[in-house]
């Protein structure tokens, strides 16, 4: 079964990516790994436009431990996800400190 969910979410970024793009992501390590083919296409999905993709699958970490490191990372650094973006839960009110976990 997750195999087959894996597969769905490779096939979408299939059919949204160039064949370059697909084959710079099949590339990566983990890319035989269901988690990795899962999540790896699902962070290329969050992108507002197609141009940034190429760049991203490059800066995608080539193992599934590395890539759920990554994200994290990712979603504070990209703008209105940080510990300090208003209204979300556990924001704080300084830069230097984290929210609860």
Do not use: C
Not at 23 to 35: F, V, Y
Not at 49 to 57: A, D, F, L
Not at 80 to 87: F, Y
Not at 89 to 100: H, I, L, S
């Amino acid at each position: 079964m997750v195999k087959r969910s894996s597969s769905n979410s490779a096939n979408a970024t299939a059919r949204q990516s160039s064949q370059p793009q697909l084959a710079a992501l099949l590339a990566k390590t983990d890319a035989g790994m269901p988690l990795y083919l899962l999540a790896g296409p699902e962070e290329l999905r969050t992108l507002g436009t197609y141009g940034e993709i190429t760049g991203r699958v490059a800066e995608l970490p080539a193992t599934t431990h590395k890539l759920f490191a990554w994200i994290p990372d990712r979603l504070e650094n990209d703008g209105g996800l940080g510990p300090n973006t208003p209204n979300r839960p556990g924001a704080t009110t300084k830069a230097t400190e984290r929210p609860p976990r």
